[in-house]
């Protein structure tokens, strides 16, 4: 059983930036891929990013490519999310979730534990 906890979220500007965390209280986060997911009102949850356990390979959405970085420190059980130069279109609550395997996911029906999300607003 994995717990995760998000944190980080908030209201900023356009243009602005902010840093999601999602700690797990798994006893190790290996071998678990972790996904970061969003929801906006009135919409499907949608892929963000995800980064594999092993080489750390990540992989994005193109709505979100080259402005957000995921990152993981084992260490810490822990796995990043950096947002750049947001937009209003970027307001959703955020999830993160994780999954065993060695591969990166972007369908959220291949995860299987899910925090409970934070609430990102991006205001114009």
């Known amino acids: 059983q994995v717990q995760l906890v998000e944190s980080g979220g908030g209201l900023v500007q356009a243009g602005g930036s902010l840093r999601l965390s999602c700690a797990a209280s798994a006893r190790t986060f290996s071998p678990y891929t972790m996904g970061w997911f969003r929801q906006a009102p009135g919409k499907e949850r949608e892929f963000v990013a995800t980064?594999?356990?092993?080489?750390?390979?990540?992989y994005y959405a193109d709505s979100v490519k080259g402005r957000f970085t995921i990152s993981r420190d084992n260490a810490k059980n822990t796995v990043y999310l950096q947002m750049n130069s947001l937009k209003p279109e970027d307001t959703a609550v955020y999830y993160c979730a994780a999954t065993k395997g060695r591969y990166y996911y972007s369908q959220p029906r291949l995860y299987d534990y899910w925090g409970q999300g934070t609430q990102v607003t991006v205001s114009s």
């Open positions: 980064i594999t356990w092993s080489d750390y390979s990540t």
